[in-house]
């Protein structure tokens, strides 16, 4: 099973940016996609933005399109989501997850639908003045 070992996050203003990163380890071959989904409270879990490991596609929510950027570092085992232009409803807990092929939990991202099989401790991003 891929671990995911994120970090980043904290409290930001309106406007400012934030990056996550996550730490996967495990063989390349155990996962087909990184990607990042949220919690916020009293809402349920939303897909925000997920990339290929083949070919390197990126998808993103409609809410998140424009503002966030997913990327890769093949080399290092990391993906990073940068967040620009944060508004208050992007307040929530984000997780980055392993696409597997024992899927626990299935989201659809934009146009791509990925089954997370395991996924990191999660970490706040709070946006607020």
């Known amino acids: 099973q891929v671990q995911l070992v994120q970090s980043g996050g904290g409290l930001v203003q309106p406007g400012g940016s934030l990056r996550l990163s996550c730490a996967a380890s495990?063989?390349?071959?155990?996962?087909?996609?990184i990607g990042w989904f949220r919690q916020a409270p009293g809402k349920e879990r939303e897909g925000v933005s997920c990339?290929?490991?083949?070919?390197?596609?990126?998808y993103y929510a409609d809410s998140v399109k424009g503002r966030f950027t997913i990327s890769r570092d093949n080399a290092k085992n990391m993906v990073y989501l940068q967040m620009d232009s944060l508004k208050p409803e992007d307040t929530a807990v984000y997780y980055c997850?392993?696409?597997?092929?024992?899927?626990?939990?299935?989201?659809?991202?934009?146009?791509?639908?990925?089954?997370?099989?395991?996924w990191g401790q999660g970490t706040q991003v709070t946006v607020s003045s």
């Open positions: 997850g392993a696409g597997s092929r024992d899927p626990k939990l299935v989201m659809t991202i934009g146009t791509y639908v990925i089954g997370f099989g395991s």
């Open positions: 990339i290929s490991t083949s070919d390197g596609s990126t």
């Open positions: 495990g063989y390349a071959s155990d996962y087909y996609a």
